[in-house]
């Protein structure tokens, strides 16, 4: 029984001594009436053991509330059971059924000629109401089978530069056989960060999984689905290394990686919880401490076995590490110009077989470049990446030579300014093909910022030359324009001192006039001749 305050149970006493119902009671009061009716007994009790005591009067005794049938069978039970007790087994089978109240007591009525209210049926129905708890599946796992990963939130750490702290994103990966956590913060989050951390898990653990566990996150999957999901191409590339396969879960299905949920809550409200970090290096070197010490060391609940033996059995089952990392890369798309080549950072390189006009993916890495078919993600061709801007990848089995429309368009560019640059893009164009149209499209562009003449008197200078290149035709035509200019300034310095200032004319007037006037104007009004 509940022990009440003293107040509560004076409440009830003097309730009980109104004659007031168990039911009206707890409406009053609140407290329940399984209290209230352990009360009443007790009050019954001293009241039979108390001679000294009389009786109420019969004509102080209220009716019954709520009126009752005089049948034996309601005079011989007790007032606080429901009238719904002696239909218990007909009303536990319709509830098995699925029925609500409300049909139940409307069967009551018209089958059994049930009396009562509904919300009795109600109130015992809600008793008798069986609610199968939540069962879940555990799953069993081989050593080395299986990974978790997934992102939570790290403790407040100070921002680099400023005072102000801010929590960091924690990235945690267990063991689903051992239980052995990885865990590291960062500020922020994208493809290769998320690929490298897999990376950093697995050179710690000291091998990988056959597989790992993900959320629908954007950094591992791009499109979720639950028969082919669509991995981002970084981390799909970083799992190709490793030879380790993506699990994604299900949406909105986190038990389906229930392990490491609880390694991120038993990190944050153990290790994390309260702390302060002036550095992400900081933080990272505490939760590797508390890993090794305390995490690795303790008991697991479930498996009653320390979580670092069962590491030390699951280790010797991991995939041995690839002997170099990952290369990381980051893809673009291209189209095909017609030279057959696709520009990227200035350069030219040769897209064969992919058609003039068509799209390609193109991946680049540090030091070369992969161009792929867009749809298949076949491979096509492979380049090492060049560092000097305005370089050719292009083999001369390769060029183009035939002209196309946007080569006779150039072409007649180069004859409104003049012959010699007609025949100096034809040359380039028969040397180099299609792919040296930047080289004719920058001669052109020169008549935008010089005349004509400066362009083709250059162009000249260059098949005289031999040097057949566009820079070489700029570099000339700039100094030509200089030199014209020069000329030109001593002619218009001669001309500037011949042309010497008079002092008289028949427009200037004498300066005496203009004394005359300023005198007039400075003297008063009032002195004025």
């Given amino acids: 029984m509940n022990v009440l305050k003293p107040h509560k149970q004076t409440t009830i006493l003097t309730l009980l001594g109104l004659r007031k119902s168990q039911r009206d009671i707890e409406r009053i009061t609140g407290i329940d009436r399984k209290t209230i009716r352990s009360y009443q007994r007790q009050h019954e009790a001293a009241q039979s053991n108390s001679p000294g005591v009389a009786a109420d009067p019969p004509e102080q005794i209220p009716p019954p509330w709520p009126p009752t049938l005089p049948a034996p069978a309601a005079l011989s ?25 409300m049909a139940i007591y409307q069967d009551l009525v018209d089958i059994h000629g049930f009396d009562g209210a509904y919300n009795s049926v109600k ?94 996150l954007k950094e ?23 030879e380790v396969v993506a699990d994604p879960a299900r949406v909105r299905d986190p038990n389906r990686k229930g392990t490491v949920e609880n390694a991120i809550g038993h990190t944050q409200a153990t290790a994390l919880k309260g702390r302060r970090f002036e550095t992400l290096e900081e933080q990272n070197a505490f939760l590797e401490h508390w890993e090794s010490k305390w995490a690795a060391s303790r008991i697991h609940g479930r498996e009653r076995r320390q979580v670092q033996a069962m590491f030390e059995e699951e280790r010797p089952h991991l995939q041995l590490l690839p002997l170099t990392g990952m290369q990381y890369f980051t893809e673009v798309k291209r189209t095909v110009c017609d030279d057959s080549c696709v520009r990227i950072d200035h350069s ?50 390769e060029r183009v030579f035939n002209p196309s429309r946007e080569t006779r368009f150039i072409l007649s560019q180069a004859r409104s300014i003049g012959a010699q640059a007609q ?107």
């Fill in 123 to 216: 109130r015992f129905a809600a008793q008798l109401r069986h609610k199968e708890p939540e069962q879940f599946d555990r799953l069993s796992f081989l050593p080395g089978e299986e990974m978790q990963v997934d992102y939570g939130e790290g403790a407040p750490t100070r921002v680099p530069g400023t005072e102000r702290y801010r929590k960091p994103r924690l990235f945690v990966a267990t063991l689903r056989y051992s239980r052995r956590s990885f865990r590291r913060v960062v500020w922020k989050s994208g493809q290769q960060v998320w690929a490298e951390l897999h990376e950093q898990a697995w050179r710690y653990f000291g091998g990988s999984t056959r597989y790992v566990v993900l959320d629908n």
């Fill in 348 to 397: 030219s390189y040769a897209a064969r077989p992919a058609t003039i006009g068509s799209k390609v993916l193109v991946r680049l890495f540090e030091r070369r470049i992969e161009i792929r078919d867009l749809r298949s993600q076949q491979l096509l061709r492979t380049h090492a990446r060049v560092d000097r801007p305005g370089s050719v990848v292009l083999p001369m089995a």
């Fill in 77 to 101: 039970t007790s007032p606080s059971t429901s009238k719904c007790e002696v239909h218990r087994a007909f009303i536990d089978a319709q509830l098995r059924l699925g029925r609500n109240a």
């Fill in 423 to 529: 025949r100096l893009c034809e040359m380039l164009f028969a040397i180099e093909g299609r792919v040296g149209q930047r080289k004719l499209w920058g001669i052109v562009n020169l008549a935008k910022r010089y005349p004509n003449h400066f362009i083709d008197a250059a162009c000249a200078q260059a098949m005289e030359h031999g040097v057949l290149s566009y820079g070489h035709v700029k570099a000339v035509t700039e100094r030509l324009v200089t030199d014209a200019l020069a000329a030109l300034q001593p002619a218009a310095m001669a001309a500037q001192a011949q042309s010497t200032l008079t002092q008289q004319h028949e427009l200037i007037r004498s300066a005496q006039e203009y004394g005359d006037l300023f005198a007039h104007a400075a003297t008063p009004q009032g002195q004025q001749p």
């Fill in 220 to 242: 591992g999957v791009l499109k979720p689905d639950l028969y082919e999901p669509e991995l981002n191409p970084v981390y799909a590339a970083t799992l190709e290394h490793y």
